[in-house]
């Protein structure tokens, strides 16, 4: 199983990114995703997830800012974050539980100026 994220950059309070996590090794449409990020010192937190039916939760500090969808066909998991903040910086991870283990993409980095 491999999770490659890219997509991050360095953007000013108010921009937007779009992650892409490009899955191998599963079957992806079947799969639920996961979106998480951990700045600096902190723990891993979880963004919102997507299941194989498309449907999408988030935590309440990105409800309505971001957005996680899926391309079947790319198997390709997608994170559309919009009106960015400073506390929206850190590494993004994408994420999958196959066979009772999570597996994790390598991260790609935001960073919201203010």
């Known amino acids: 199983v491999q999770l490659q994220a890219s997509g991050g950059g360095s953007v000013q309070a108010g921009g937007s990114l779009r992650l892409s996590c490009k899955t191998s090794?599963?079957?992806?449409?079947?799969?639920?995703m996961s979106w998480y990020r951990q700045a600096p010192g902190n723990q891993r937190d979880l963004v919102g997830n997507i299941s194989s039916s498309h449907s999408t939760n988030y935590v309440e500090s990105v409800e309505g800012r971001f957005t996680i969808s899926r391309d079947n066909t790319r198997n390709t998991l997608y994170l559309q974050m919009n009106d960015l903040k400073p506390e929206d910086t850190a590494a993004y991870y994408c994420?999958?539980?196959?066979?009772?283990?999570?597996?994790w993409g390598q991260g790609t980095q935001v960073t919201v100026s203010s």
């Open positions: 090794g599963i079957n992806f449409r079947i799969h639920g």
């Open positions: 994420s999958t539980v196959w066979r009772g283990r999570q597996f």
